[in-house]
């Protein structure tokens, strides 16, 4: 019988950063008349439907910034409210955890340059809008 101790530890699930301004922003639905809202309904969708076309388990953390700021977590979606720039705190997040398997999800061009020289996967808001 073998130690389960000698066993090489289990991977962590892919991270998922989702820039949650950039992607609600990609399609205009009148978001800009309730940040927090819209937030939320990407929370919701995200915490529903997981990553598509990602049949494993991942971690999400939505990303939310000025006035959607507040936006609690649910179970399946973590949401971290920025303290500045967003795109600065994606990339923290993006950096934290090199050996870790990181997308980040994004249609900003100078984000993704960021994350991707950190290794991260880089994939735009239809990723998890449809």
């Known amino acids: 019988m073998t130690d389960p101790f000698d066993a090489p530890p289990s991977p962590a699930p892919p991270l998922v950063i989702v820039d949650g301004a950039n992607v609600v922003g990609s399609r205009p639905d009148g978001w800009w008349k309730d940040r927090k809202g819209a937030a939320e309904r990407l929370r919701d969708r995200l915490a529903g439907e997981g990553l598509p076309g990602h049949p494993g388990p991942v971690e999400i953390v939505l ?68």
């Not at 795109?87 to 980040?104: C, M």
């Open 63 to 130: 990303v939310v910034e000025g006035a959607a700021r507040g936006v609690a977590s649910v179970p399946g979606v973590r949401v971290e409210s920025a303290p500045g720039s967003g795109d600065d705190h994606i990339v923290e997040l993006a950096a934290a955890d090199p050996g870790r398997s990181r997308l980040v999800v994004t249609a900003d061009r100078e984000l993704r340059r960021r994350v991707t020289e950190l290794g991260a996967r880089v994939a735009g808001p239809r990723t998890v809008l449809g």
